[in-house]
Nanobody
Framework: QVQLVESGGGLVQAGGSLRLSCVAS????????MGWYRQAPGKQRELVAH???????DYADSVKGRFTISRDNAKNTMYLQMNSLKPEDTAVYYC????????WGQGTQVTVSS
């Protein structure tokens, strides 16, 4: 079973940027539609971005124009570049397939201060 490990979160002021990384334990991203998810306290986990095997991307309206999903298949790594961060982006961020069928990792905490 593949393992996914997220990193890159932290505390940032509103308007700042962070880049999250998701590393897979083996070659995986080439064969799956992958997504970045987030879960804020007291809320359900939501999909914020996904990338298809062909490289097409799509975003939740709340992050469109600010977040960019990408991947490097050779490095078994997927990224989420987050710009113009807002306090409402505060959440634990996770990576998984588009249908969430891989065991969830620990996630990485993103906290945006106002």
């Amino acid at each position: 079973q593949v393992q996914l490990v997220e990193s890159g979160g932290g505390l940032v002021q509103a308007g700042g940027s962070l880049r999250l990384s998701c590393v897979a334990s083996r070659s995986f991203f080439s064969w799956n539609i992958m997504g970045w998810y987030r879960q804020a306290p007291g809320k359900q986990r939501e999909l914020v971005a996904h990338i298809t095997m062909g490289g097409s991307t799509d975003y939740a309206d709340s992050v469109k124009g600010r977040f960019t999903i990408s991947r490097d298949n050779a490095k078994n790594t997927m990224y989420l570049q987050m710009n113009s961060l807002k306090p409402e982006d505060t959440a634990v961020y996770y990576c998984n397939t588009r249908v969430g069928n891989v065991p969830w990792g620990q996630g990485t905490q993103v906290t945006v201060s106002s």
